[in-house]
T-cell receptor, first 112, second 113 residues
Framework: DAEITQSPRHKITETGRQVTLACHQTWNHNNMFWYRQDLGHGLRLIHYSYGVQDTNKGEVSDGYSVSRSNTEDLPLTLESAASSQTSVYFCASSAQLNQPQHFGDGTRLSIL | DQQVKQNSPSLSVQEGRISILNCDYTNSMFDYFLWYKKYPAEGPTFLIS?????DKNEDGRFTVFLNKSAKHLSLHIVPSQPGDSAVYFC????????????FGAGTRLTVKP
């Protein structure tokens, strides 16, 4: 079965470190998204990609970057981790725009 | 500025009764609306959607209603079951946000046996 997997599921790191969260999907979807979930805010879009070599900033992109070198993967990088980036991060994909997105099970990131 | 609002953080209903979850939005250009369900330690899963050309969409026990003039949508679950206990997010896209989705903060539904 096709799926979308995120790794690691949990990570603890220190402020100032670079952190990369992995997202891999086997749906062969062109569209991939990264969200963060915080209490009182729901899910907020960080970055998204509509295909290989395409990346776009979302609502809360400061301090984050993504790259899309193939269809299956969209890694999210925190260049210099800050305590405000402690959150649960979700990756998602969709076949076409304005269609439901399939979500991974999330990465819980704690920055001390 | 939250474009999509779920003003009830939690809702508790008895098994077999109706659950009604509400969502309001501020951007009249949104044209596609969805509901997602989320269990602890899992990602959100798609439940039901509606486009702005409709005012109702049904899928089994789940019905979504859209009132464009009031910028309001609701999710009805009938009858409610204990397995429906989860956090429900509404989401919207369209307008200047294009295909970017804006999510509400979520409503935690508890269905008591």
């Amino acid at each position: 079965d096709a799926e979308i997997t995120q790794s690691p599921r949990h990570k603890i790191t220190e402020t100032g470190r670079q952190v990369t969260l992995a997202c891999h999907q086997t749906w062969n979807h062109n569209n991939m998204f990264w969200y963060r979930q915080d209490l009182g805010h729901g899910l907020r879009l960080i970055h998204y990609s509509y295909g290989v070599q395409d990346t776009n900033k979302g609502e809360v992109s400061d301090g984050y970057s993504v790259s899309r070198s193939n269809t299956e993967d969209l890694p999210l990088t925190l260049e210099s981790a800050a305590s405000s980036q402690t959150s649960v991060y979700f990756c998602a994909s969709s076949a076409q725009l304005n269609q439901p997105q399939h979500f991974g099970d999330g990465t819980r990131l704690s920055i001390l | 500025d939250q474009q999509v609002k779920q003003n009830s953080p939690s809702l508790s209903v008895q098994e077999g009764r109706i659950s009604i979850l509400n969502c309001d939005y501020t951007n009249s250009m949104f044209d596609y609306f969805l509901w997602y369900k989320k269990y602890p330690a899992e990602g959100p899963t798609f439940l039901i959607s509606i486009s702005s050309i409709k005012d109702k969409n049904e899928d089994g026990r789940f019905t979504v209603f859209l009132n464009k003039s009031a910028k309001h949508l609701s999710l009805h679950i009938v009858p409610s079951q204990p397995g429906d206990s989860a956090v429900y997010f509404c989401a919207a896209s369209g307008g200047e946000y294009g295909n970017d989705m804006r999510f509400g903060a979520g409503t935690r539904l508890t269905v008591k046996p």
